[in-house]
Nanobody, 124 residues
Framework: VQLQASGGGLVQAGGSLRLSCSAS????????VGWFRQAPGKEREFVGA????????FYGDSVKGRFTVSRDNAKNTVYLQMNSLKPEDTAVYYC??????????????????WGKGTLVTVSS
């Protein structure tokens, strides 16, 4: 599966932004989807993941309650709605996909397939 993220940009602290990730090359509904981010000089961080039909989702502690992952299998697209943004949310955001549900192992291991990132900058 090929993934392409979009929707990044510059936003003020407290604002909102929605990222999109389009998938191609495979049956999208067969994949768990997720978002990760990497800030300059920092390690990759897990943001959130969602199961095949959108019934299961979990989030990293730093974004819980502010970010929401959703998916539209008919459009082969996964979204990341980001609210109450903070300067520390500034990072390159990557969408990812995996054929298997591995739960919290994603935090450590990431996923099988990765898209190119999109930069989100939150100004104070």
């Amino acid at each position: 599966v090929q993934l392409q993220a979009s929707g990044g940009g510059l936003v003020q602290a407290g604002g909102s932004l929605r990222l999109s990730c389009s998938a191609s090359g495979a049956t999208f509904s067969n994949y768990v989807v997720g978002w990760f981010r990497q800030a300059p000089g920092k390690e990759r961080e897990f943001v959130g993941a969602m199961g095949w039909r959108g019934s299961s989702a979990f989030y990293g502690d730093s974004v819980k309650g502010r970010f929401t992952v959703s998916r539209d299998n008919a459009k082969n697209t996964v979204y990341l709605q980001m609210n109450s943004l903070k300067p520390e949310d500034t990072a390159v955001y990557y969408c990812a996909a995996d054929r298997n549900w591995r739960g919290t192992d994603y935090v450590r291991d990431g996923m099988e397939h990765w898209g190119k990132g999109t930069l989100v900058t939150v100004s104070s």
